[in-house]
């Protein structure tokens, strides 16, 4: 019977600057364009687009959180490969980083599409920032 250790998958999380984080850990949630998505150990191989939202992860028993703005995903293997373009672990996240956010969602924007997207965008932002920062 394979032991718990056994049991984990690899977690790659990268951004244009560096790389954030390599771990093994025992699960991955990872927020997907249209919704969430969890990856255990043995999960099948699958490419996804990322929007903004917070990725969690479990190890050790403890779930971690990082801000994550938009980018892929890949599963293969027991390896879970993140790329985004913008990644902030839950406890770095201050009050400077969310008063930001919520000035580039209150902003004015045109009636475009591309415009409507971007608030809505910006909107999620701010919003998973406010609920991500420690209290």
Known sequence: MPE??????????????RQ??????????????????GVLHDRGPLMCE???GQL???????????????????VYDNHVTVLTSRAVPADQIDADMVRA???????EYGPSDEDVEDRQRAQ????????????
């Open 101 to 107: 956010a919520e000035e580039t969602a209150g902003r």
């Open 56 to 74: 969690r992860y479990t190890q050790s028993g403890q779930t971690r959180r990082i801000f994550v703005d938009g980018g892929f995903a890949q």
């Open 124 to 135: 999620q932002r701010a919003s998973t920032l406010r609920r991500l920062r420690p209290s």
């Open 50 to 52: 990322l929007g903004v």
């Open 20 to 37: 954030v984080l390599e771990e093994r850990v025992s699960a991955v949630v990872v927020p997907a364009h249209d919704g969430e998505l």
């Open 4 to 17: 718990a250790s056994d049991k984990q998958v690899d977690l790659v999380l990268i951004t244009p600057e």
